[in-house]
């Protein structure tokens, strides 16, 4: 039987909103680790932004890294090119400067050109 935590996750990374609202109604730490050790946030599906909103709503660490690579959701964003998530963790208090991942990276170091373009333009990168 999967935990709380994990239904949470697993909702979370498919982009259930629906799933993951109920759950987070009724009480759901959207901070807790699932079985694996990662939060809802650093599972979620990241061209979700709807997501990221609500699991940071309902009080979500934005900048939680992952135990094992250093990454945070940033850099999980910028990574995979989800400019509109990325804006989404930054506005709630992630940085794109930090944290360094265990590769000597930080969020801005993975953006493209145009992603930087859009971060000028939300003002971002001052």
Avoid: W
């Amino acid at each position: 039987m999967a935990t709380p935590a994990d239904q949470l996750a697993n909702a979370a990374a498919r982009g259930d909103l629906q799933l993951a609202s109920e759950m987070l109604e009724g009480g759901a730490d959207p901070n807790a680790p699932n079985s694996l050790g990662r939060t809802p946030i650093q599972v979620m599906m990241m061209g979700c932004t709807k997501m990221a909103e609500l699991l940071i709503s309902y009080g979500a660490y934005p900048s939680i890294q992952d135990p094992d690579t250093g990454t945070s959701p940033a850099h999980d964003a910028a990574r995979e090119g989800f400019v509109d998530t990325l804006i989404v963790l930054c506005k709630a208090g992630a940085s794109i400067t930090e944290p360094l991942d265990k590769y000597g990276k930080r969020p801005i170091d993975l953006v493209t050109e145009q992603m930087m373009e859009v971060l000028r333009q939300e003002q971002m990168l001052d």
